[in-house]
């Protein structure tokens, strides 16, 4: 079972270009999640979606964007990358909204 | 908002017992979960407790006291593999989750 995977596994981005980071589930969870992991900081969330077609802000979504065009995929964009975006970012999902949360092997990102 | 304190680094010995506190105040609150991040790696769920009392799962127990605004992860039994990042998280009443910044616990043998 591949559980949740996310692309690509790093990379390295200039500033002022746009990307997009991938995000599949395979559990048919309802609720899915991004967040960044930054030193010292711990883990922040960005945005959320409690269900395919919706979604919602979290504690740091300036610079971010999503959406939930299915139950499988949600991707998370920065129109126009800041150094500031540097960071590790994680994709995760759970059954129900009050319930564990599963994550994705996560994804390195670099903004120069 | 939410505000979670857990110490930022523990050591302890090979089959030794290590207890990770963690306090918390949050606007409204549905649950306290833990999870183990190794080095590199994404955050792996261990426990979740949503009602006062101890949980337990085999060499890992987590209590809750929610009067206290207070748990702990308590690993029995240490092995080297349990060298990683602890962290504590709290579901609030939106459903949101927030994060404790980890505890590093290092096992030496």
């Known amino acids: 079972t591949a559980g949740i995977t996310q692309a690509p596994t790093s990379q390295i981005l200039a500033a002022g270009r746009s990307m997009t980071l991938r995000c599949t589930q395979d559990?048919?969870?309802?609720?899915m999640y991004w967040y960044r992991q930054d030193l010292g900081l711990g883990l922040r969330l960005i945005h959320y979606?409690?269900?395919?077609?919706?979604?919602g802000k979290g504690e740091v979504p300036d610079g971010y964007s999503v959406s939930r065009a299915n139950t499988d995929d949600f991707p998370l964009t920065l129109a126009s990358a800041v150094p500031s975006q540097t960071s590790v970012y994680f994709c995760a999902s759970s059954d129900n909204p009050q319930g564990p949360q599963y994550f994705g092997p996560g994804t390195r990102l670099l903004v120069l | 908002g939410q505000n979670i304190d857990q110490p930022t680094e523990m050591t302890a010995t090979e089959g030794a017992i290590v207890q990770i506190n963690c306090t918390y105040q949050t606007s409204g609150f549905n649950g306290l979960f833990w999870y183990q991040q190794h080095a590199g790696e994404a955050p792996t769920f261990l426990s979740y407790?949503?009602?006062?009392g101890l949980e337990e799962k085999g060499r890992f127990s987590s209590f809750l006291s929610r009067s206290k605004g207070y748990s702990y992860l308590l690993l029995k039994e240490l092995q080297m593999k349990d060298s990683a990042s602890y962290l504590c998280a709290v579901i609030s009443n939106d459903y949101k989750l927030s994060f404790g910044a980890g505890t590093t616990v290092t096992v030496r043998a």
């Open positions: 407790n949503v009602l006062d």
């Open positions: 559990m048919r969870h309802n609720a």
């Open positions: 979606s409690n269900t395919a077609g919706t979604t």
